[in-house]
């Protein structure tokens, strides 16, 4: 006879074995979880970022030009430079002149070349050499030929510069600056005449052929040209005569002068020692090719007096004045 309480089925005891299951696997599971928890640091980490950076733009800081007060060559040209400072964190070895533009403050930098307000050099013409001791500090230079005729008054300097890429040989990248400075050109006033008129071989009482002497502006404004003579190369004790000869002299008005070829001896006006003024305006020469209006021409013609013989010589001073 079974005892009350004691007796156990098949199915409960597959219910009691189930339950034991889950408790142990439920206790295994909080444990891993409890270690786990423990670990300190295992989301946290570094990494160091490179970069080499091989090439920097140059900075061209300053421009001049020099002179800063330009006094132009009458008849020729004058050397201007234009200097550049740089500074390059790569080094000034690689820094080249680009382009350099001089010109007027009539016009500006991209006109056209014209010797009057124009001018411009390229890197071929230029040169950058080392500054002092350090190698990041360069000074370019670009000198330009200024003609006398070159318009007076304010000039820019413009210069553009470019490095090469550093010390890269995989990849090239060009990188420019540019800068510019001013500076002055002052008026001068010249002009050109020959340095001799020859009558030829005369007898006593013969007139020369007409003689041409021509009379150019070699300055940057426009001038007026006055002329007087006088005997031998005194302007004070010869001052009444035009020519000194070996035996005897000739008086002033032997020798004349005109504006018109052509003009016969005796309408032509008489040399004086005091500056009589041509009466006419040479403007300034805006050909680049060749003269222009810039140029005038006087004739001349010479009347031999008797009781004179020999080598003869005197000086015609022409003189120029500007408006």
């Known amino acids: ?38 670990v300190i640091g295992a989301n946290q980490s570094t990494t160091i970022a490179r970069v080499y950076v091989w090439n920097t733009e140059p900075n061209l800081y300053s ?63 230029c040169s950058c050499n080392q500054t002092g001791s350090s190698d990041t500090n360069a000074t370019c230079i670009c000198p330009f030929d200024v003609w006398y005729y070159a318009t007076n008054g304010t000039w820019t300097c413009n210069m553009t510069i470019s490095d090469k890429g550093g010390n890269a040989t995989e990849r090239i990248y060009n990188f420019n600056s540019s800068n ?14 020959p340095a001799e008129l020859d009558y030829g071989n ?14 150019s502006n070699f300055g940057n404004v426009p001038i007026n040209i006055s002329v007087r003579g006088y005997g031998g190369t005194d302007s004070t004790a010869q001052h009444n005569l035009s020519m000194i000869c070996a035996y005897g002299n000739m008086t002033m008005e032997k020798e004349k002068w005109s504006l018109v070829s052509g003009t016969a001896y005796a309408s032509m006006i008489a040399l004086t020692n005091e500056s009589v003024s041509l009466n006419w305006t040479l403007p300034v020469r805006t050909n680049d090719d060749g003269y222009g209006m810039d140029t005038n021409s006087t004739y001349w013609r010479l009347e031999v007096p008797l009781t004179v013989g020999g080598n003869c010589n005197g000086t015609l001073e022409f003189t ?3 408006e």
């Not at 005892?3 to 339950?19: N, R, W, Y």
């Not at 820094?95 to 533009?101: D, H």
């Not at 009539?106 to 890197?123: F, M, P």
């Not at 005369?202 to 009379?215: D, F, R």
């Open 1 to 38: 006879m079974r005892k009350e309480g004691t007796i156990v089925s098949k199915e409960s005891g597959i219910i009691i074995a189930f339950v034991s299951l889950f408790l142990a696997v439920i206790s295994v599971l909080v444990g891993v979880s409890m270690v786990t928890s423990g």
């Open 63 to 125: 421009v001049t030009m020099t002179p800063a007060a330009v006094d132009l060559t009458p008849g020729n040209t004058t050397q201007v430079n234009c200097t550049g400072y740089v500074w390059d964190y790569n080094g000034f070895a690689d820094v080249n002149v680009t382009e350099a533009i001089l010109y007027h403050s009539t016009v500006v930098s991209t006109d056209a070349d014209d010797n009057n307000n124009h001018y411009t050099l390229t890197g071929a013409n």
């Open 180 to 193: 510019e400075g001013t500076g002055v050109i002052n008026t001068v006033v010249g002009i050109n005449v």
């Open 202 to 215: 005369l007898s006593v009482t013969e007139t020369s052929t007409e003689k041409v002497a021509n009379i």
């Open 320 to 322: 120029a004045n500007t």
